[in-house]
């Protein structure tokens, strides 16, 4: 009867545990106390983090820049005044120091660094008990589910653990139905000894299968294997395979989570639990507002679980270069070589099969008007003379071989007069490079064709009505001895100009629209031969700081200009070329300083170094 009564009381001490417990799960999360969200607090110092960025080895204590006046500046390192320990002139601002709900993240190369708090309560963290938060992220109409976060008591956690325990075992009692059949679920001894006395040619002991073979009495290895089969063994087997979904829910209460989030932990010295939580994330065209939210679940190793009521939603802003992208149109532009050709024929006359320019009134003339087109060239104020090309004409009549080099030297000849023209008055007024070419051409048939087709006397041959052989030579075969002179020019200091067509350029549009959509690597692609401001927010958001650098001092200098340089040699951790850029972009456009307040990468300097608006 004593044995009895022991019995009853340890039941009913057990029963009240397990009631208490159940119990405790409602009560607990029904208290005012509850789970909190909070951005990452800078004031914090009761654990250890990574602010390095923002707190710079860099230790300069005060420079002189130059303003965008011109005017020099001294910027002093904020200090803590030694009597009240305060930071003199020190202004709070947000971005500095958080609080708020919402908060400011750079982007760096395609990728968003999130930071939040935490904060779990005492009264969620019980030996017996799991807690477990679900962080998710909503990005436009994207929801992103983050790795969750699971609190086990040491209670909570060998509960599991017997329970894993005891499903494996479970699991080890199954025997596996394709693993040594005979071995497994025959009667083994009593299938030797038949097989050694009946069918001692079988080898199937050996796995090696004969279904021809039988023995006198007509029995074939199948049949014999079946007969010392333990049936009842391998019904059990199979149920047990069967059952093995019921063995996992009654052996673990509470499974294990996968892919669980690990980050710093610290224990308040009130018991509450404080969980920095970091999560990389990609950005994209929706990544200008991300909204967090948390979600909680309590549970027992009985397996019960509660929902936890967590605070309010968290809210980033991510600074990001694409806000300072120029939408300004672009249009196709062509470069078109600015060349021109300007023709002059002499009429030098050249005795025939001679190469000397005669001394006469009429080549007098000419030599004087070659003189003053060059002269007339050379007084353009926008171009210059690159090259002269000389052609010189001989008439049909003698071999191929005279007529060649007879007009090879009057161009040669030519040649002469014109160099003797260019290192007069005139050399200061032209180009000193000039390329003078010589080209000889020899008369045919055809030319002097072309000279009788615009001349009245072609009648007159014709008709035959003059002796033609003697108008041919006293007439026009003087005209086919001409001399033709190319010059050559280019617009000075400038051989090329620009121009732009009314069609916008719809590669440029593409890389603006990729560049929106923060897909940078293809937008650089398109935009790296343009080498414009657009071009080097791309090489930025690619942390590709050098080359953005390279463009940003290559083009026109502008508030946003200096603002991008500003965050680019803060970067760098050349914090004086910073400032000074700062303070020039912020004086030419104050609404950049309250940016600036809300941008991570250059928010530090305004706090350490004291800088206020406009000043």
Sequence with gaps: MKYKSTILAFIIIISISIIGCDILIYSDITKK??????????SMSSYSLDYSKNESDNDIKSFIIKNSKGEDVLINRAIKDSTTGQMIAHRELNGIVISAKSH?????????NLDFMI??????????????FKPLLVRGKDTIRLRSIALSGQNFYKAQKRGYAK????LNSIIPEHENEIENFTYINDLIIFLDRY?????ILEGKKDPELKNEYGLTEEEVINYYKKWWLIKRNRKKIEQIPQAYNKYIKTPYI???????????????????????????EKTGKIDLFLTGVLKNSRGLTRSIKCSDSLTYYVSSMINFIDTTPVYYKTIVPIKIDESYTSDISFAQNSAIIESSDKNNIEINNIQNKILAISQLEKYKIDSIIITANTSPEGSYKINKDLSQNRAYTVKTLIDSILSNKLKDRISNN?????????????????????NEDRELLLYGEIDQKRLIQERYYPKMRSVKIDFNLSKIDNYADTIYSNQLDTIYIQAIDLLKKRDYNKALELLKDYRDLNCAIAYMSLARD????????????????HYLKAIIYARLNNEKLAVENFIIATDQNPSLFYRAILDPEISFIIQKYNIHPNE
């Design 119 to 132: 904060s779990i309560p005492q009264s969620l963290i019980k030996s017996d008990c799991q807690t477990i």
């Design 104 to 112: 400011t993240v750079s982007e760096r190369e395609g990728i968003i």
């Design 434 to 454: 000039i390329t003078i070419r010589c080209h000889s051409k020899i008369g045919t048939q055809n030319d002097l064709i072309s000279i009788l087709e615009n």
């Design 33 to 42: 106390e509850l789970p909190t969200i909070s951005h990452l607090d800078r």
């Design 199 to 203: 069918l001692p040619q079988s080898k």
């Design 546 to 561: 050098h080359s953005a650098l390279d463009i940003l001092n290559s083009i026109k200098d502008t508030p946003t200009s």
């Design 167 to 170: 499903y494996e075992q479970y």
């Design 258 to 284: 996968k892919d669980l989030k690990l980050d710093s932990i610290v224990r308040k010295a009130n018991g509450s639990i404080l969980y920095h939580y970091t999560q990389q994330l990609n950005s994209s």
